[in-house]
T-cell receptor
Framework: AQSVSQHNHHVILSEAASLELGCNYS??????LFWYVQYPGQHLQLLLK??????LVKGIKGFEAEFIKSKFSFNLRKPSVQWSDTAEYFC???????????FGKGTKLSVKP | DADVTQTPRNRITKTGKRIMLECSQT?????MYWYRQDPGLGLRLIYY???????NKGEISDGYSVSRQAQAKFSLSLESAIPNQTALYFC????????????????FGPGTRLTVL
């Protein structure tokens, strides 16, 4: 069965530190890839997505992610985090363009001011 | 996203009670989904619907049922609630007919926090 792994359950950083959150998936065919963010008490919002083309995807709020097909990875990065980035981050994968989203278990990010 | 609304936002109920969670959308999307979120488990798909006459079970449908009353409405029912159904429930929508830039993107409602005592 297709699965999505997020390696870190909780990441704690100081402001201005660089961020990289790992995401790996198990499906070998064509995939659509997503990162969602959930701020405290709020619903999920899309940060960025990859369907095809340039494997380096830029999203909102300075986030980017790189699709590395050979590693089945779609890691999320931000060069300098802010306190307002404190949230839970979910990686999600869709098999092809028709399948349902499979979510990772999420990574909580806490940014110290 | 204000275009996807869920009612109620919070509900506390007792074991054995029947509960209905409602989701409405004004986005005109054809697809609707119900997920539950549990700490450390991420989001898991309960049911999904590709249009009014199409209902499909997701990963964890046992103990739940759904009704797609109209394109804009998708309700989730717990026929006899049990404590391990305590969770945060999210409705989401998507639309395959959208332009390519947003096709397949899912838009989430604000969530319903359900507590079963």
């Amino acid at each position: 069965a297709q699965s999505v792994s997020q390696h870190n359950h909780h990441v704690i950083l100081s402001e201005a530190a660089s961020l990289e959150l790992g995401c790996n998936y198990s499906y070998g065919g064509t995939v659509n890839l997503f990162w969602y963010v959930q701020y405290p008490g709020q619903h999920l919002q899309l940060l960025l997505k990859y369907f095809s083309g340039d494997p380096l995807v830029k999203g909102i709020k300075g986030f980017e992610a790189e699709f590395i097909k050979s590693k089945f990875s779609f890691n999320l990065r931000k060069p300098s985090v802010q306190w307002s980035d404190t949230a839970e981050y979910f990686c999600a994968v869709r098999k092809g363009s028709q399948g349902n989203l499979i979510f990772g278990k999420g990574t909580k990010l806490s940014v110290k001011p | 996203d204000a275009d996807v609304t869920q009612t109620p936002r919070n509900r506390i109920t007792k074991t054995g009670k029947r509960i209905m969670l409602e989701c409405s959308q004004t986005k005109g999307h054809d697809r609707m989904y119900w997920y539950r979120q549990d700490p450390g488990l991420g989001l898991r798909l309960i049911y999904y619907s590709f249009d009014v006459k199409d209902i499909n079970k997701g990963e964890i449908s046992d103990g739940y049922s759904v009704s797609r009353q109209a394109q804009a409405k998708f309700s989730l029912s717990l026929e006899s609630a049990i404590p391990n159904q305590t969770a945060l429930y999210f409705c989401a929508t998507s639309d395959l007919r959208s332009r390519a830039a947003v096709r397949n993107e899912q838009f989430f409602g604000p969530g319903t926090r359900l507590t079963v005592l």
